[in-house]
């Protein structure tokens, strides 16, 4: 009688079809070769339950971050082989959508890089200016650029493209935010420094969320609509990638986030032939922008070295220094919520923000300044 | 400010992007099933990328490069952990006091990844790669593409590899 091999009896504990059915009848009448094939088995299971990698663990990583890392690798030099590409500058990213504690702090870094790629020309800015804004002039910015506010606060598709009234908005970034499960990855995958402070406002839990967004690019290609001046031209403004770390509460209660501590690359923009001024009244001149919003802006003077940051209305906002940095503190009428935007002179955008009082958003704020 | 006359050129990583992206999953499930680390798992997929690209810079839907990555991804990772080894050995013969290993049931019980990954580094390299491959999601054909043998001889290194894992782990709890 020929017993089945043992690497037969191997196949059959993954795939049975593949063994052939002569095999598969002298098992189940051999007594020999079925306790040679639980012992295969045996072996098998042991194999799998230690070396299986976790169904979820590639979705553990964000492909589309970790192509851009490669992208990035391939490029520097002496890498074989790596093709002359264009190397995109570091952008403003779109901000994470967070919790209600951070909504402070988020909304006002997204919201002012909204603006700036919108309102903003050609610019790296050194410095941040509060600029207010009603319901109606963000309805009006995002009528503009062809995005909802929904988009602009809770973060656009990895790329896309809108047609505007003078010509097409394009974006493209590496993907969505996503968590991370360090300070150290997140700071690996963005090559951002990131300062965590060392002392925590009473009731600030420790950090439970640490998420990066990848680099996003925005360009716009103006039409011959844009004028003689502007028309042909193209703009583009890049941001990001960016680091936001969220701290629970000192109770661990319901996932409640105190505090967001925020870093992001100042966004810069070029343009293939428009002056920033140029595009600075181009843009501030289009039908359905509120004149208030568009006098502000003007008044914010220096457009492609200042950063605005939207207040919204009935909020109190404060200029004042971190770190020798102009800085723009936002506080709810209660008290109970605030924030904090800044631009460092290493040229990183700062925001820290949450359930707190202006008092200990400072006290955070000035110690990573 | 920054004027440019014609737009920039666009990257020629094309092709090679679509092979990442329908491999990189693979890799990465390869590594961890080494490494046991998703960060480690990750970094040892970019090392096997960057080596890919040089190899097929326009891989397009070729089996040979699908198999090559899938190798190079178990032998990368089967490098780090060898690293590791070199480190325990450093550490014992420093004096530095080693964990000690339970009889393998509780080796088992407890998941001890660290003494797993020792162990696969003992295993002969082809060995520990069949293991690596088959138990994170290969078939008899895709493991056979991988490591360049016949899909009939796949059942036959699998089956000597657990073994030879199974003994490893036994003589660890012994020593």
Partial sequence: MRHVPSPVLRRLVDEPMAVPDRDRRHLTGCDRCQAESSKVAASAAVASRLLAAPPDVAGVADVDLEWIMLQERLREPGTPGRPVVHVPRRMPRRVVTLGTGTAVAAGVVALGVGAAAALNSIYAPTHVAPVTVSPADLAAVENIAGLSGAQLSGGLPPSGSRQLAFGELSWTSAGAPRQVSSIARASALTHLAFSAPATLPAGVGPASSIAVAPQVTATVHFNASAGPTIGGSTLEVTAGPGIVVQYGSRTGSDGLTTLAIAVMARPVASSTGATASQLEAFLLSRPGLPRGLAQELRMLGSPGTTLPVPVPSGMSAQQLNIGGAPAVLITVPSGVASGVVWESRDGMVHGVGGLLNSGDVLGVARQIG | ?175
């Fill in chain 2, 1 to 175: 400010m920054t004027h440019r006359g014609s737009s920039p050129p666009q990257t020629s990583y094309s092709a090679f992007e679509r092979f990442f992206r329908a491999e990189y999953p693979v890799v990465v499930r390869i590594a961890f099933g080494v490494v046991g680390d998703a960060q480690a798992a990750q970094d040892v997929a970019q090392d096997v990328f960057i080596s890919a690209f040089r190899r097929f810079p326009d891989p397009g839907d070729t089996d040979q490069a699908r198999a090559w990555v899938r190798a190079a991804a178990a032998h990368t990772a089967l490098n780090a952990i060898r690293g590791e080894r070199r480190r325990d050995r450093r550490q014992r013969l420093s004096g530095i006091e080693v964990a000690p290993v339970g009889p393998e049931e509780t080796v088992l019980d407890r998941e001890s990844r660290a003494e797993v990954r020792r162990a696969l580094s003992r295993l002969p390299r082809r060995s520990a790669t069949v293991l690596v491959l088959r138990h994170n999601g290969l078939s008899y054909a895709e493991v056979a593409e991988a490591m360049n043998v016949k899909v009939g001889h796949v059942g036959t290194m699998l089956r000597r590899a657990e073994s030879a894992l199974r003994k490893e782990l036994q003589n660890a709890s012994r020593a």
